[in-house]
């Protein structure tokens, strides 16, 4: 029993004593006790805490939904293994990290066994995989269990264990021959992190706001009010539903300060997103800058408005509620990033903020009334210094050495401990702190064990794990190439045995992949030639394999001598009209140009070579920029291309195609977005493909052009080939409209490996 209880229960005749002692002087313990579903002591006053903000503080920590953001995570015994996230391109987004492991110290033993043990820095599910190439025929053990087998000649089998962090597991490997192999982890569950369900429910964090029956608890001695962004007001007693699909700092707040009062507590929320202190929150005390902006000093004026709603209607809103009255007894104040943008607001921020506070008790005649400030927190220790000067002025408030005056009853939280990276979190939001929940419910707690402390009360402090603090000085430079190598060389297990292997057996991409090998013609026709083959490439280079490359096949048909001929069809069609491509009449003997034998020089053609093109009637390059092999629009061309349509031919020499091997026409010069025209493809006269239309958004930089699938393979038998293609010059922009002519083409054959589906 604490000291107010005793004195109540004994000296009733000096309870006016009562006004001039704190209300309250329990410790409010960590871990917090879990709500006894009990309402709170409705004789006394409500306690009405004031919560005030931008987006942050109207909560945008998710409840539920995470993904994880990395399409694997990989643990690896080889120190060479780089620690962090890296891509590859078109196949996703992957984690590694170097895994822990302890050797034993002793002897050395001439027995092929290798034994010690291994430690993994998140509880998960996990499948080991030791060795690569040779080296992989062997058997481990973790913990006397076998994790993993390949027998010689056959496949690995591997099982799945679950694994807690802080915990050592021994492992034992027998089988092998020569050097001990490296193994590697593959973290198999991929849930989301950082949404409450998998901090509070998964990761057993914050266990109050969980009851037996795996369900959030509800606090009946606590009332939340949303009174800004709902018509007329919306509360509950608080949960982590009450906010709807997203919490903010209130669930924190609400259980520490229900713990400390016996009192009803009654949390009006008035916060609005996009709002700053310096024009959207501005204090009276600050004065206007333009009196006649509506908008200058509203979302204030709104904040007041909805705290005096809520209190006028208090019967009607707090459960149970006896005509006690009511007791504002703290103001909380989360916000920050709007006003980041600005000199201005910067400089003043600290100014306005302690305005803010004391009009605040002015409005309320509350002189005293604590307040606790939140500061932004956005990439924790490694903050944007425009974020950081914002964090000083809200720490500012809060120090007595600089604002004496508010000693012992305006406290300052500085956040930065309680910011999580993307990969703890659902999203990559930084200005809503990636939506991590458990950064809002840090937040939250630290508020009301500040503000449990400005009451007279003491609130053991939130054990927390120190968190990276800014690196000082220069950024260590990047690493050398020789480390590069050998972090390539480290990754090639995991990308090759890992990556590629279940990118491969993704239902997504499998049946596109056999498709490509076995070089079907697709139901439906795409001008664009990256594939699903297209990652499986990109794993093999980032794995440091360039065998499945494209290679140009054939003689170099850029200085093949190409017979053409341009002309203005007379199926005309308006400039500014966009998808130029379509079905002309040709000139009276050119009906069969695609044909072998149709004899090019009797009906007037011209040679030249490629690439042909033409800029407002010049021959100039497309792009100032464009480097990219397949598309050479940053080259000047050859041969002018004059009239709106261009029919080119030319007969070549090829050998036979080989077996294990696909290939493709790339059709260059315009693969970027709103540029070039649909073409079509000619092989001695038959069609091989055809589109009939540009570049739209969102799909540029890609190479353009056409697969030789399977049904085409016999016109390639070796010899003579007769190539044809024909497209349009294009007269607009679909943004900027009307513009000089322009067309840009070239063709080229090339040849891929096809890399093993195995």
């Not at 492991?101 to 080991?128: C, F, M, R, S």
């Not at 909805?306 to 005509?323: E, F």
Request: glycine share 12%.
């Amino acid at each position: 029993m604490n000291l107010n209880h005793m004195i109540r229960l004994f000296l009733i005749p000096l309870a006016s004593v009562l006004l001039y002692l704190p209300t309250h002087a329990a410790e409010v313990p960590f871990p917090l006790p879990d709500p006894d579903g009990k309402p709170g002591d409705a004789t006394k006053p409500v306690k009405v805490y004031i919560l005030a903000g931008q987006s942050n503080m109207v909560g945008m920590g998710d409840l539920s939904g995470a993904k994880n953001v990395y399409t694997g995570v990989y643990l690896s015994s080889d120190p060479a293994v780089p620690d962090g996230p890296f891509q590859i391109y078109r196949v996703g987004n992957y984690k590694t990290s170097l895994l822990a492991v302890y050797l034993p110290n002793g002897k050395k033993t001439d027995k092929p066994i290798a034994e010690g043990q291994l430690e993994v820095p998140q509880h998960g599910v996990y499948q080991l995989h030791c060795g690569f190439g040779e080296s992989s025929y062997n058997v481990m053990q973790l913990d006397g269990k076998e994790v993993y087998r390949r027998e010689s000649g056959g496949k690995p089998v591997k099982q799945d264990v679950t694994l807690q962090p802080g915990k050592r597991y021994k492992f034992k490997i027998s089988g092998f021959k020569g050097t001990p192999p490296r193994f590697w982890m593959q973290k198999m569950d991929l849930l989301g992190n950082g949404d409450l369900e998998a901090v509070a429910k998964r990761e057993g964090k914050f266990p109050w706001l969980v009851d037996g029956d795996g369900k959030w608890t509800v606090r009946h001695d606590v009332y939340f009010q949303e009174a800004r962004l709902a018509k007329d007001g919306k509360g509950s007693p608080l949960s982590a539903t009450s906010n709807g699909r997203s919490i903010g700092p209130e669930l924190g707040f609400g259980h520490v300060l229900g713990t400390f009062h016996d009192e009803q507590v009654l949390l009006i929320k008035t916060a609005q997103g996009n709002r700053s202190l310096g024009f959207d929150f501005r204090p009276p005390s600050s004065g206007r800058t333009d009196p006649d902006n509506k908008f200058e000093s509203a979302e204030y004026k709104l904040m007041v408005e909805g705290v005096r709603k809520t209190l006028d209607n208090i019967a009607k809103i707090v459960p149970g509620y006896k005509g006690q009255g009511y007791e504002i007894a703290g103001f909380v104040w989360f916000q920050g990033h709007k006003d980041s943008g600005a000199e201005q607001s910067i400089s003043e921020y600290e100014k306005h903020l302690v305005n803010l506070i004391n009009d605040v008790r002015k409005e309320f005649k509350t002189p005293k009334l604590p307040a606790v400030v939140a500061t932004i927190g956005f990439g924790g220790h490694n903050m944007q210094d425009k974020f950081l000067r914002i964090l000083k002025a809200q720490m500012a408030v809060g120090d007595a050495k600089q604002h004496p005056e508010y000693a012992g009853n305006v406290a300052s939280v500085d956040t930065r401990d309680f910011w999580r990276e993307v990969d703890e979190s659902p999203t990559n939001q930084d200005y809503h702190y990636n939506r991590n929940a458990e950064t809002y419910m840090l937040i939250g707690d630290a508020l009301g064990r500040a503000m449990v402390g400005l009451l007279g009360g003491k609130a053991e402090p939130f054990p927390l794990a120190p968190r990276p603090k800014r690196v000082a000085g220069n950024q260590a430079a990047g690493p050398s190439e020789e480390e590069k190598a050998a972090a390539q060389k480290a990754l090639k297990p995991i990308i090759l045995d890992g990556i590629a292997a279940s990118y491969i057996a993704n239902p997504r991409y499998n049946k596109a992949l056999l498709q490509e090998v076995a070089g079907e013609r697709p139901q439906r026709a795409n001008q664009f030639l990256r594939g699903a083959m297209y990652g499986l490439e990109n794993c093999y280079r980032a794995a440091g394999i360039d065998d499945y490359d494209w290679h140009s096949f054939g003689p170099d048909l850029n200085k093949v001598q190409w017979v053409y001929y341009s002309f203005d069809p007379k199926e005309s069609q308006p400039k500014e009209k966009g998808n130029r491509y379509r079905k002309v009449t040709y000139p009276t003997g050119m009906e069969n140009w695609i044909m072998p034998a149709f004899d090019a020089g009797k009906a007037g053609w011209k040679k030249g070579l490629q690439p042909f093109g033409q800029l407002d009637g010049k021959l100039a390059a497309l792009s100032e920029t464009c480097n990219a092999p397949f598309c050479r629009c940053g080259d000047k061309p050859k041969t002018l291309w004059g009239k709106e349509v261009l029919l080119v031919r030319g007969t070549v020499d090829l050998p036979p195609l080989k077996k294990g091997h696909r290939y493709r026409i790339v059709v260059g010069g315009a693969a970027h977005v709103n540029s070039g025209e649909g073409y079509a493809i000619y092989v001695n006269g038959k069609l091989l493909a055809e589109s009939k239309t540009g570049v739209a958004v969102r799909q540029g930089g890609q190479p353009r052009g056409a697969h030789i699938y399977s049904d085409f393979r016999d016109e390639f038998k070796g010899g003579k080939v007769t190539l044809a293609a024909t497209s349009f010059l294009r007269y607009n922009h679909p943004r900027r409209g009307l513009q000089p002519p322009r067309g840009h083409i070239s063709l080229q054959i090339e040849e891929q490996k096809l890399p093993p589906l195995k």
